[in-house]
Every structure is written in structure tokens, then in C-alpha cells.
């Protein structure tokens, strides 16, 4: 791995964690109209703890580990969108980027929810899954790619065209 791709891998993990917040916010809105608040941070807990996380039991420490578990998943899941993007898209269009950057939430979407979920975590599948593929692209792709290219033409110009 280059310096340029450990660098926008470790500048993704950051543009992640502000995804996954703007992606959280949005989540726990939706959540809040259905009346079940903190479903969302439930259901990150409920990866570890089980389907007895999103039920009713220990409040506390269900929220705690919920969103410990999404930021961390969301600076994993923007680490490896900044290695791909700095591997590979040397470009750095914000249109082109935008589209990427929703196609890539479209994917994590797929493999988390139409994949993993069906697997191993099934009671995810509760939450309406065209809701939930509009998130992941618009409130987690899209952010994460327009950090990416604000960055790019902020702190390395010399690499846009």
C-alpha cells in the first residue's frame, strides 16, 4: 500500500465517522416517525448481543455498544471507500465521485442487508429495505464522497484535474 492510499484509507475512516453520524441522524429520524427512536442503534447492538439487544431489554448499555458498533463500521466502511478511491479514481470529479459514492452505499446495503442479514441477522430484514437502500446511498454514500473530493481539492490540488 502506497503513502497516498494509507493516507486516504486513514482520511476515509474520519469522512466515515461523519457519514455514519449524518447517516445515524437520518436513520434515528425515520426511526423516530415509525415511533421505535432507537431502534437503529438497537439494531447495531443486536450484532453482538443478539436479537435481544432490539427488545426489551438493558437500555444503557444496548445504546453504548449500538453505537460503538456503527461508528466503528462506518470508519471501516469509509477507510476502504478512501483506499479504493485513491487506488483507483485519480480523476476526482464531484459528479462522478457523487455517483460512486451512492453506488458504494447502494453496495454496503446489498452485502449488509440482502446478504449478511438474510445469513446471519434476519430480524434486520424488519425495516423497510427500500427506506433503508435510499439511506445508505444519499446519507452515507453520497456524504462520504463529497468529503472525499472537498478534501482532494483542498489539501492535494495537484492531483485534480
Given at each position: 500500500m502506497s503513502d497516498d492510499e494509507r493516507t486516504a484509507a486513514r482520511e476515509g475512516a474520519f469522512f466515515g465517522v461523519v457519514a455514519g453520524v449524518i447517516f445515524a441522524a437520518f436513520e434515528l429520524a425515520a426511526a423516530r416517525l415509525s415511533d421505535a427512536p432507537l431502534l437503529p442503534v438497537r439494531m447495531s447492538a443486536s450484532l453482538l448481543l443478539g436479537p435481544?439487544?432490539?427488545g426489551a431489554g438493558p437500555f444503557a448499555p444496548a445504546v453504548v455498544l449500538g453505537v460503538g458498533i456503527h461508528l466503528a463500521l462506518s470508519a471501516s466502511f469509509?477507510?476502504?471507500?478512501?483506499y479504493f478511491v485513491e487506488r483507483f479514481?485519480?480523476?476526482?470529479?464531484?459528479?462522478?465521485q457523487a455517483g460512486v459514492g451512492?453506488?458504494?452505499g447502494l453496495v454496503l446495503w446489498a452485502l449488509n442487508f440482502q446478504l449478511l442479514a438474510r445469513a446471519t441477522h434476519p430480524w434486520f430484514l424488519g425495516a423497510p429495505q427500500s427506506v433503508?437502500?435510499?439511506l445508505h446511498a444519499c446519507a452515507f454514500g453520497l456524504p462520504l464522497a463529497l468529503m472525499h473530493v472537498r478534501l482532494a481539492r483542498i489539501l492535494r490540488p495537484a492531483l485534480v484535474v
Open positions: 435481544s439487544a432490539v469509509g477507510a476502504l471507500y478512501g479514481d485519480r480523476e476526482r470529479s464531484p459528479f462522478f451512492m453506488l458504494y433503508q437502500a435510499v
